[in-house]
């Protein structure tokens, strides 16, 4: 589920736990679209990277987070980036 990746830390707020995709990460080594983010690798570190490398999931998340629910607005930055549509 969606939201799942959210959580609450010690003090009751909500945090996000935006997940970086290892198949992306590979495939997509040589691309960035400069806007770094902080999420948790495969390996199980935190660290930061470039949006391009989060699960469908995470890039959905971190979207919503940033300003609501825009479908039309999803689908296109899913498809830009090479998701597909984000809403299906």
Same mark, same amino acid.
Request: some cysteine.
């Given at each position: 589920?969606?939201?799942?990746?959210?959580?609450?830390?010690?003090?009751?707020?909500?945090?996000?736990?935006?997940?970086?995709?290892?198949?992306?990460?590979?495939?997509?080594?040589?691309?960035?679209?400069?806007?770094?983010?902080?999420?948790?690798?495969?390996?199980?570190?935190?660290?930061?990277?470039?949006?391009?490398?989060?699960?469908? *999931?995470? +890039?959905?998340?971190? !979207?919503?987070?940033? =300003?609501?629910?825009? /479908?039309?607005? *999803?689908? +296109?930055?899913?498809? !830009?980036?090479?998701? =597909?549509?984000?809403? /299906?």
């Amino acid at each position: 589920m969606l939201w799942d990746i959210i959580e609450e830390n010690k003090k009751g707020e909500r945090k996000m736990e935006l997940r970086v995709d290892n198949n992306r990460l590979k495939n997509y080594n040589l691309l960035k679209t400069n806007i770094p983010i902080r999420a948790l690798f495969p390996d199980g570190k935190w660290d930061t990277c470039d949006i391009i490398y989060l699960e469908k *999931e995470s +890039l959905l998340t971190w !979207l919503r987070s940033r =300003g609501g629910k825009n /479908e039309y607005a *999803e689908n +296109l930055v899913g498809l !830009l980036l090479g998701y =597909g549509n984000l809403t /299906e």
